[in-house]
């Protein structure tokens, strides 16, 4: 089976994605050129955004082998990385709406996965936070 195939649960609503291994393999060697380039230029906007693709790509596969962990990893780091650049006090007002729209990239996934999975109650309460604190920030941005 690959992975444009699915396979219907119990609820019809929903679908489990089987990954192989080859695309498991393509989606690491996707992310290594990715990370290669953009190593060379961080301020790449282009080169960020298919990293955090590529990271979400394993994730889609590791939650389809119910490896959390990796999963969880490949969700979060993303994220984490574009919360820490916009702690940067040199960042032009482009800069930050650029990264605004970066985390919300990174951050939908991790708080949809948040809700399939359970998580402890501070880990909880940060993505609540976070939520409650994008909420506002986009508000500001309209």
């Known amino acids: 089976m690959d992975a ?15 990954y192989s291994s080859d695309l498991e393999s393509q989606y690491k060697n996707d992310l290594a ?7 060379k ?32 990893y490949y969700l979060i780091t993303p994220h984490n990385w574009i919360v820490n650049k916009l702690h940067d006090r040199t ?9 605004l729209n970066a985390l919300k990239i990174t951050f939908d996934p991790l708080y949809e996965y948040r809700l399939k999975r359970p998580c402890c109650n501070i880990c909880r309460q940060n993505l609540e936070d976070q939520r409650a604190w ?3 920030t986009e508000k500001q941005l309209h």
Not at 53 to 64: G, S
């Open 91 to 99: 960042l032009s007002e482009d800069e930050i709406t650029i990264t």
């Open 134 to 136: 994008f909420k506002h």
């Open 4 to 18: 444009n195939q699915s396979v219907k649960t119990n609820d019809s609503e929903h679908y489990v994605y089987v």
């Open 41 to 72: 230029d961080r301020n790449d906007v282009v080169l960020q955004t298919r990293w955090v693709k590529c990271m979400h790509n394993l994730a889609k596969v590791y939650e389809a082998q119910s490896d959390h962990k990796k999963t969880f």
């Open 33 to 39: 050129n990715a990370e290669t380039l953009w190593t």
